[in-house]
């Protein structure tokens, strides 16, 4: 089996999986001023496979004196200008080259992204779709982005133009590697901004090796660096540097408050914030095909293990149907039991780590304790005789003042709600701190256009869970954040406007 194969079966992953060692080239250093490089102090920190326990590599963990060296590197680079005022036509075909190799190696990175966080991999072939198609569209947006000219007399001339903003940090999450990562660094580097990229400690091997594909892509020094590493250490020194412009982060509400508050204490520097989720899914009496609509339901909160910011947590269904509906979603359930995260007929694979792990089974204990009704799931599962699984996990009679029905989980746990009108339906779906998805399913045109102008979230699927792509801006209201993700907004977020009036001789 070689790392150039096309592996289909589970015997084929397997193979696959065995070639990637730090004997074999598996890459564990920090990438800082376009060399790898161990951390400074020499630390590492060690990445775990949760559907085996077994330790995969020793990766560096960066530290202030990393960051410090990689802010220095990025600044430069934006001074020189080989990126940050290169022709937006050349740096489209950089990052479609980048995005072309992506596709080349798609098998390896799957399976880095599977093995260092359980995620079945299948759904990780499926993120980096995800993740290549929004370089893609992000590298065709670049030359395609114009100014301004503002409306003026004779006697003038002014402009609107967009420049870079900088030095852009991103810190991504564990529970979608390299798309939440292509999410972030495809606009910052289209918009011709240096990039340093803090992935995740559970997560950080696909990173290291998207950096050697930058390199080799064509980026230039210093635009684009990895620094692995803790969010107390190094992310906390790139949030506190005051030569980072802008701080680009998706992952827990609690992190995103305190990123602000580094901006605040340092430069003021932008932040774009993509923070945690309580999607509310609201099903009506009305709607056709119960049971498609009971596995949309089941997959939008099982998918990924739970462990997705827009995870659909929380089923709100009117009661003349809920009781046959809850059953549809069990039956839906049943055949989305975890499995080995290398078999690409797996659904569900890992929890990410024992404290997730523990901290899921925590709110299945907190929802029997406070009166719900457990249907189905709600106990730690193995798979071969190891890992760290929960199976689909379904809580019935939830109501408002439930931990499980109001703080996010980011587990396979799902909560039911019941109504009785459309004005209750709505009260309930708004009432959480978060906004950052909903979805709607009904055939009422009339309803469907009340309720979606009413639903206080950054997203609404109408008659679909999370079924859109790479033109339509993804981000949250509330404490769910305030940037947005994909679609040519994000390119915009990314630039500074800066207004130029000449005066002109009459």
Not at 358 to 380: F, H, K, N, Q
Not at 400 to 423: K, Y
Request: overall charge negative; glycine content about 10%; aromatic content about 6%.
């Amino acid at each position: 089996m070689s790392l150039a194969s096309h592996p289909t079966t589970h015997a084929a992953w397997q193979a696959l999986a065995a070639e990637l060692t730090v004997e074999k080239g598996l890459e564990t250093r920090a990438f800082i001023d376009d060399a790898f490089v161990d951390a400074a102090d020499g630390a590492t920190l060690t990445t775990v496979n949760p559907a085996t326990g077994a330790a995969l590599a020793e990766v560096a963990s960066c530290d202030a004196a990393d960051a410090e060296v990689a802010v220095a590197a990025a600044r430069a680079a934006v001074d020189g200008g080989a990126w940050s005022r290169l022709a937006p036509g050349r740096r489209k075909a950089v990052l479609l080259k980048l995005a072309d190799l992506m596709a080349a190696h798609r098998h390896e990175l799957a399976l880095l992204d599977t093995l260092d966080m359980g995620k079945p991999v299948s759904s990780a072939l499926g993120d980096l779709a995800g993740a290549i198609g929004c370089l893609r569209y992000q590298a065709e947006c670049i030359d395609k982005l114009y100014g301004e000219v503002a409306p003026t007399g004779d006697n003038a001339l002014g402009l609107v133009l967009r420049e870079p903003l900088g030095v852009v940090a991103c810190i991504v999450p564990w529970n979608f590697p390299l798309m939440m990562t292509a999410w972030k660094i495809a606009p910052a580097l289209a918009a011709g901004n240096s990039v340093i990229l803090k992935p995740s400690e559970k997560s950080p091997l696909s990173a290291l090796r998207l950096a050697s594909l930058a390199q080799e892509a064509g980026l230039p020094r210093g635009v684009f660096q990895v620094l692995p590493g803790f969010g107390h250490t190094v992310g906390r020194a790139l949030a506190l540097s005051m030569e980072v412009d802008c701080l680009a982060f998706t992952g827990s509400t609690g992190v995103g408050k305190q990123l602000m508050q580094y901006a605040g204490q340092s430069n003021l520097k932008k932040v774009f914030l993509e923070c945690g989720g309580k999607s509310p899914n609201l099903v009506f009496a009305d709607c056709k095909d119960l049971d498609r609509v009971a596995k949309h339901a089941a997959a939008a909160i099982f998918h990924n293990q739970g462990e997705v910011c827009i995870a659909g947590s929380r089923l709100l269904v009117e009661n003349s149907i809920r009781e046959a509906f809850v059953d549809k979603v069990l039956a839906a359930a049943e055949a989305m039991q975890p499995g080995d995260p290398l078999d690409p007929a797996s659904f569900m694979g890992a929890m990410v780590d024992r404290a997730q792990h523990e901290r899921v089974l925590d709110y299945i204990r907190r929802g029997v304790e406070e009166g719900a009704t457990l249907r189905t799931g709600g106990e730690a599962t193995e798979v071969d005789g190891k890992g760290l699984f929960i199976p689909p996990t379904v809580f019935d009679g939830v109501t408002e003042t439930m931990a499980i029905g109001r703080e996010e989980i980011f587990g396979p746990v799902l909560a039911v709600f019941g109504f009785d009108s459309e004005e209750e339906a709505v009260r309930l779906a708004n009432d959480s701190d978060y906004g950052l998805a909903a979805g709607l399913w009904s055939q009422d045109i009339d309803r469907i256009m009340r309720i979606t102008r009413r639903l206080r979230s950054g997203q609404v699927f109408v008659n679909n869970w999370a079924d859109m792509d790479q033109t339509v801006p993804f981000g949250g209201v509330k404490q769910s954040g305030n940037g947005r993700d994909k679609s040519h907004h994000s390119l915009e977020e990314y630039s500074d406007l800066k207004s130029v009036w000449m005066t002109l001789a009459t």
